[in-house]
């Protein structure tokens, strides 16, 4: 195994641990009305896919399933800050996508442009600039995001090479080419 794929292996498990946090911390940035609203969109953007129901990896697929939400959250995170400036908490999120991008290789550039068009799409009724502009819009996410979170644990897997392997694949398979 590569230097690379020995840090994946040491940080995605991560990643899961703190993905409910991690979108909490993503919802507070989105309320905050003094932040500039291209940071916004792009975050709610990234908060609606958590909701999508054919994303990138269907999340019953044992470990793997959520880090593709773990992902986009990170490099929309990324995009965001070169819109704004971002929190300190979600600052680290941002330094994270280095690692998604590293790893993803040849596939960052697919993903960077998907998890951009992630603020265009519709997710249950709600799009990215719905959310920043409706407070009512804005509040059924944020309940769907405290329902889903008091539901989320960690996925128990064993990370190794294979399953990277196999990440990449499935991410090679279904990001739009």
Not at 141 to 163: C, G, M, N, Q, V
């Amino acid at each position: 195994m590569n230097e690379l794929d020995e840090r994946a292996v040491a940080t995605f498990g991560d990643y899961l641990g703190s993905l409910a946090t991690d979108a909490q911390l993503l919802l507070a940035e989105i309320a905050d009305e003094n932040q500039n609203e291209a940071v916004r969109r792009i975050l709610a953007g990234a908060l609606n896919y958590l909701f999508k129901s054919l994303d990138l990896i269907d999340d019953g697929i044992e470990g793997l399933g959520y880090l593709d939400d773990a992902f986009v959250l990170r490099v929309a995170c990324h995009q965001a800050s070169q819109s704004g400036t971002l929190p300190d908490p979600l600052g680290a999120l941002r330094n994270d996508a280095e690692l998604v991008l590293d790893f993803l290789g040849e596939l960052a550039g697919r993903f960077q442009v998907f998890v951009a068009q992630l603020e265009t799409i519709s997710v249950r009724g709600r799009t990215a600039e719905a959310i920043v502009a409706d407070g009512s819009v804005r509040q059924e996410l944020s309940d769907d995001i405290a329902s889903w979170a008091s539901r989320y644990k960690k996925p128990h897997f064993l990370l190794d090479e294979r399953a990277l392997i196999t990440l990449r694949a499935f991410l090679g398979a279904k990001l739009p080419k």
